[in-house]
């Protein structure tokens, strides 16, 4: 087939919409059998017009919807047969996307709500009731399950559920996780992570401790907005330190 695009070509055209996209993904969902390009007398895969608008579907439903690639695959096959599929459909009342498990549409709630950044969501606690099984964590994250496994067992998520599930603020942990490893970084090198956060913490404790041995809901709040205000401005303090010395890095002097 002389015609189509060579999977480099492919790459090209998605990585502007999916910037964490690889050759190596490519051939992954092609050996899951969920796309199928056409190989030319020497080998070669060939890619068709069809064959990138499927990958587009295949990766925007795991990006925007978390689904599952055993979903994505009914989606798929009801697309082949000539059905509308129905990944980016709602339902009647606004609720969870049509064809979207109950179960991965609770992981995509939990998931915003993990991500919020106001105080009084950032600090309450859990109450989603989401427990995903390794699996279910790396279909929701784009993570393989052996990184859930190594996040997992570098502590840096599983430790409020006694590492047997994974809930919504492991959602949050891993997602950024998964960025700092397709940027080269290992498991074990985000450990010192969570020494920087517990001198953190054990430094806040000192400020708020005063406000929560009140015992009463307006001192709470109070802490609670204090240790918000102390999150921001760390933050910040650290970005611009971080930033200090790395120029020194790249411009030496």
Not at 120 to 144: C, K, M, Q, W
Not at 164 to 187: I, K, Y
């Given at each position: ?22 050759i190596s993904k490519i051939r992954f969902l092609e050996s899951e059998g969920l796309v199928f390009p056409d190989r030319t007398d020497s080998g070669y895969r060939k890619f068709s017009d069809d064959d990138v608008n499927r990958l587009r579907f295949i990766l925007t ?193």
């Amino acid at each position: 087939m002389a015609a189509g695009f060579t999977i480099g070509e492919v790459l090209n055209q998605l990585k502007e919409d999916f910037e964490d996209i690889t050759i190596s993904k490519i051939r992954f969902l092609e050996s899951e059998g969920l796309v199928f390009p056409d190989r030319t007398d020497s080998g070669y895969r060939k890619f068709s017009d069809d064959d990138v608008n499927r990958l587009r579907f295949i990766l925007t439903a795991q990006r925007d919807h978390y689904l599952p690639l055993k979903v994505i695959r009914e989606q798929l096959e009801r697309l082949d047969a000539g059905e509308v599929p129905t990944t980016p459909a709602t339902d009647a009342e606004g609720g969870a996307p049509l064809g979207m498990p109950l179960r991965m549409s609770e992981v995509a709630q939990a998931l915003e709500a993990a991500m919020a950044t106001d105080s009084e969501r950032l600090l309450e606690p859990d109450s989603s009731g989401i427990a995903l099984s390794v699996d279910e964590l790396s279909d929701a994250t784009g993570l393989t399950a052996t990184e859930v496994r190594s996040l997992r067992e570098y502590g840096l998520i599983g430790a409020d559920t006694g590492a047997t599930s994974f809930g919504a603020a492991d959602l949050l942990v891993s997602r950024a996780a998964r960025e700092l490893l397709r940027m080269g970084l290992e498991p074990r090198h985000l450990r010192m992570y969570l020494q920087f956060v517990d001198r953190e913490v054990s430094l806040f404790e000192q400020v708020v401790t005063p406000l929560l041995r009140q015992r009463n809901p307006e001192a709470r709040l109070r802490a609670t907005e204090q240790l918000d205000q102390l999150t921001v401005l760390t933050g910040r303090l650290k970005r611009a330190l971080l930033a200090a010395a790395l120029r020194q890095t790249v411009h030496g002097g």
